[in-house]
């Protein structure tokens, strides 16, 4: 059977999509890349036959193998674009964690390089990928929510600034691009891909250059106290928000918090004319009977739909939660990385392909931008 030989580039996000790789029986990951020797090591020892799997901290070296088809970058947002390009010149499938660049020029030149080479292209996007965002999405291509025209998407934490890695926290990183690229793709994604033609936006850092809302990489739910010597580097948005109109006038409220004095939450609403929704709980907000759509669908996830206020009225409003449909993050891993390699093996059409990255990145971008200026951004000329 043929496999995929696939390296992992940083070991931070490189784990979890490490992991998920090496469990496709049609994939082995036979290379590690870091700066940091111990990181490699210690994450070989789990996975099959560590031994055997070569270690690197020179990337243009692994590029010249022959034996590596794909490499998975997960490295910070500003070494995306420009490890990227190097491995697409080697001929190698791209694996990309979030976000696509830290531009929107560098995201382009990206996509045009790795879409001219022929190569599979990817975006690891493990919210777009979870159940209840792919189950919501398969029943809005059902035409179960009728005209999604309006949707809220966001993800705050109390304390969460990144404080291991100065590249989240110096031009280029952020909130917004960390954090909010997941629920703005999402959100993009389940409203159907629609055109952005404009955006308007807010942001700022109010917590992050006092030192104050850092998180550490070890005790993510312990508040960390970053050094003066790291914090004082603090050149990113440490809070974003703001408002996408759409090509056929749907709209999206988009909101992302590293810090605040507020609780943690990560949530997408849809408003659609004929059924709405929330992402967690995952909620169908509709009126009765449960539409049989919903029920067929759920099987195909592994979920049961509960219809629980107005299920005796028909008519009248009714909220269906589903059980089970709610997943380990693991698996949204497992489903990017099955993906990735039946794009390779089978030439399966890629679903989640740069180019939504760089589309995603010119909506942030457009929002940062927005922000700096105090004026809306036109997109797509």
């Known amino acids: 059977m043929k496999k995929v030989r696939v390296a992992v580039v940083g070991m931070g996000i490189g784990r979890p999509n490490g992991l998920a790789l090496a469990s496709n029986p049609r994939a082995e990951v036979v290379a590690l890349c870091d700066l940091v020797e111990e990181s490699m090591t210690d994450f070989a020892a789990r996975l099959p036959q560590p031994d055997e799997i070569r270690l690197y901290t020179d990337f243009d070296e692994l590029c010249r193998n022959r034996e590596i088809d794909a490499i998975f970058i997960g490295t910070p947002n500003q070494l995306h674009v420009p490890m990227g390009l190097k491995a697409v010149e080697h001929d190698k499938h791209v694996?990309?964690?979030?976000?696509?660049?830290?531009?929107?020029?560098?995201?382009?030149?990206?996509?045009?390089?790795?879409?001219?080479?022929?190569?599979?292209n990817m975006m690891s996007l493990s919210t777009r990928f979870s159940a209840e965002v792919q189950y919501m999405g398969a029943l809005a291509q059902l035409g179960t929510f009728g005209e999604i025209y309006y949707a809220r998407a966001r993800s705050i934490r109390r304390n969460g600034i990144p404080a291991w890695n100065t590249g989240f926290i110096r031009k280029g990183?952020?909130?917004?691009?960390?954090?909010?690229?997941?629920?703005?793709?999402?959100?993009?994604?389940?409203?159907?891909?629609?055109?952005?033609?404009?955006?308007?936006?807010?942001?700022?850092?109010?917590?992050?250059?006092?030192?104050?809302?850092?998180?550490?990489?070890?005790?993510?739910?312990?508040?960390?106290?970053?050094?003066?010597?790291?914090?004082?580097?603090?050149?990113?948005?440490?809070?974003?928000?703001?408002?996408?109109?759409?090509?056929?006038g749907g709209a999206l409220q988009v909101e992302s918090f590293w810090a605040s004095h507020q609780p943690g939450d990560l949530?997408?609403?849809?408003?659609?004319?004929?059924?709405?929704?929330?992402?967690?709980?995952?909620?169908?907000?509709?009126?009765?009977?449960v539409p049989a759509a919903v029920v067929e669908t759920a099987k195909g996830f592994g979920a049961k739909p509960q219809a629980g206020r107005g299920l005796k009225d028909e008519g009248s409003p009714l909220d269906i939660t589903f059980d089970g449909l709610t997943q380990e993050r693991s698996k949204a891993?497992?489903?990017?990385?099955?993906?990735?390699?039946?794009?390779?093996?089978?030439?399966?059409?890629?679903?989640?392909?740069?180019?939504h990255g760089l589309i995603v990145q010119t909506m942030m971008e457009g929002l940062l931008k927005s922000a700096q200026s105090g004026e809306e951004v036109r997109l797509g000329g």
């Open 95 to 120: 694996l990309v964690t979030k976000p696509l660049a830290d531009s929107v020029e560098a995201a382009e030149r990206l996509v045009n390089t790795a879409e001219a080479a022929g190569v599979v």
């Open 173 to 248: 990183g952020g909130a917004f691009r960390d954090m909010g690229v997941h629920v703005l793709d999402s959100a993009w994604w389940m409203l159907g891909m629609p055109r952005p033609v404009s955006v308007t936006g807010v942001a700022g850092a109010k917590f992050g250059p006092r030192g104050l809302g850092f998180f550490g990489r070890r005790a993510p739910d312990q508040v960390a106290s970053a050094p003066e010597s790291y914090y004082s580097q603090f050149a990113a948005d440490d809070y974003a928000g703001g408002f996408i109109r759409f090509e056929e």
């Open 267 to 289: 949530q997408i609403e849809l408003f659609g004319d004929e059924a709405g929704a929330q992402l967690r709980p995952p909620t169908l907000y509709t009126n009765g009977p």
């Open 333 to 355: 891993w497992n489903t990017i990385a099955d993906h990735f390699i039946a794009c390779i093996l089978d030439g399966v059409p890629c679903e989640a392909p740069l180019r």
